[in-house]
């Protein structure tokens, strides 16, 4: 039996399952970890209530969020960047964009990587023939340390795919439109100085995401898959794979890769361990838990896969196109939907745990139990009922 109730502000989902086994991905337990069996893998027993309830905690003025090296980073107007911790408390405010918009957000669209070393952030340019840039901030001040601008050839105008390691900040430099009118340039630079390292040249279409695992630096284009040796640029393979423009997700060691047909790939081999033709028309960058991975689609279903086998453990369907990457955290699958819809589903057993309504096209992400989203400009802490 399924009910909704509204207390203190908050709307939850409240299930009450009694006799039905959910099946379920080995998913998170509540800290995060693998689930074992009586604890998230099998479903629930008795009577015990399982959901999720939304409690107001802090507010800051967002225009784009995301999550990255244990806190908040959130965009305010064009040029302002917020560092804040998971409890509210800020960081520091940053403003160093003279002529452009800062690349903060969910999926393609956000180039922000951080870490002891600095926070590295693009800005895609707002004036005609300008070029984007690469910034790197001091990580507790937020102190502009250097800044790298592309090409003012009117092709190198946006950054995508942004990325770290210990030694190399990358990125993919290209413009909007047509993918036939591209000429993307994935850009390594040096993390102490933005001094450039080296940079591949592709022809034509948009690269969408970057992974990099040892000595393998993985390209994803809309229709492609392509694979360099990371310390000499040089092209080891290529696939053909309709990926669109979700993002491929490295999860320690496995890569997983969207489409129709979900694939699982061997880090840093390539080698692919897995592949599921879902029969859908996959819309989501994955979401990649402890025990499973999981998917949306254009027609509202979101899909459970054994993360060691891909054999599909559960499936269960929301209203509206489902295109935001799905976020796997705390054992709650969250997913948002193009008209606007926030939900949360066990990992383990697909069941529902959160129903409710943010505003179209929204964008929200979670970091350390709290979920803020750019549309109410308010954290929540999620609490589990």
Known sequence: MIGLSTFGGCLRLIENDGSEDGGGVPGETENGGPATDGENGGGNSGDEITGVEL??????????VTAADDDFFIRKGFTDLLRVRPDGREVFTSEFVDDGMLMVGSGRSNTLAAGDSGIYVGAGAREEGAGARMYALDPETGEQQWSHREPT???????????????LVLYASQSSGSGDDQEPIIRALDPADGEERWHIRREGGFVNGLAVADDRLFVQE?????????????????KRVSIGFSQIVA?????????????????PSGDERWSVETGRAVSTTPGVGAGGVFVGTESGYVLGFDRKSGEERWENRVDGVVEHPLIVADGLVWVATE?????????????????????????????NGVLIDDERGTAYEIRRT
């Open 153 to 167: 050839d009117g092709l190198h105008d946006g950054l995508r795919a942004g990325t770290k390691t210990d030694d």
């Open 339 to 367: 008209r606007g819809d926030l939900a949360a589903f066990d990992a383990g057993t697909g069941e529902q745990a959160y129903a409710g309504e943010v505003a179209p096209d929204f964008q929200f992400t979670v970091q």
């Open 55 to 64: 409690a107001p905690n802090w507010s800051k003025r967002v225009s784009a």
């Open 222 to 238: 809309t229709f492609g898959l392509y694979v360099y040796r990371l310390s000499t640029q040089e092209l080891l393979s290529e």
């Open 251 to 267: 999860d320690d060691d496995l890569l997983i890769v969207p489409g129709d047909t979900v694939r699982a790939l061997s880090l």
